[in-house]
């Protein structure tokens, strides 16, 4: 599988190491990552990370202001192999659900559904209402692929990392992603 061109979104849920460590496992394995870091995906990354927002984008190959809709992923001509949100608020999920487009990840979310091509949505939140649930599975119908952030256990994790990894590793599986090999589970013992 080559390297691809993949828009990562990282929105201003709780879990914003999903999103920093699915970065770097895709630029590590060689793919031409872009970010949008919206202005509470901001305020999340500092807070849970110490990372800011400028480092983060230092270290992909193009990030995009939540807010500049004239942007090229704010068209469905341009080209990507895949989208993922991660982690995505409920309120990005609700905006997805509805193709409610006021920033440049709801655009970009909305023209991936368009033009049929992958949408990963990583939403973090615990509990889920009714409203969240049914935005969920309005956007599984319209054809996104909703991950869950809840780590597995089976592989015997010993660090927060490695829980985390769980979650980046379901998302890479998706992408078809040239990274790490997944986990497998191989049956007991
Ligand atoms: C520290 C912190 C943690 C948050 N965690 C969540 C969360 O886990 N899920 C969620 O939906 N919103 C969470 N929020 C609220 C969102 O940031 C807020 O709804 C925001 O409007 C989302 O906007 P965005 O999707 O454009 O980033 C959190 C906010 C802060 C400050």
């Not at 942007?71 to 409610?100: N, Q, R």
């Not at 599975?137 to 909703?146: C, D, K, L, Q, R």
């Not at 597995?152 to 790490?180: C, M, Q």
Request: with cysteine; charged share 25%; net charge negative.
């Amino acid at each position: 599988m080559g390297a691809k061109r993949v828009l990562v979104a990282m929105t201003g849920a709780s879990g914003s190491i999903y999103g920093l460590r699915l970065i770097r496992a895709l630029k590590a394995a060689g793919n031409e990552v872009q970010v949008i870091i919206s202005r509470w995906g901001e305020e999340t990354l500092k807070y849970e990370t110490g990372i800011d927002r400028e480092t983060l984008v230092a270290e992909v190959d193009r990030g995009y202001d939540e807010n500049d809709l004239s942007a090229p992923p704010a068209s469905g001509s341009y080209h990507l192999d895949a989208m993922v949100v991660i982690p995505c608020s409920m309120k990005t999920l609700a905006g997805i659900a509805h193709g409610y487009a006021d920033n440049l990840v709801g655009r970009a979310a909305d023209c991936s559904l368009k033009e049929r091509r992958k949408l990963i949505l990583v939403p973090r939140e615990s509990p889920l209402n009714l409203i969240h649930i049914r935005n969920m599975a309005t956007v599984t119908e319209a054809g996104a692929i909703v991950i869950p952030a809840s780590p597995a256990f089976w592989h015997r994790p010993k660090t927060i990392e490695d829980l985390v990894d769980s979650v980046v590793e379901r998302v890479l599986s998706h992408l078809s992603s040239a990274g790490e090999k997944a986990a497998e589970w191989t049956g007991l013992d």
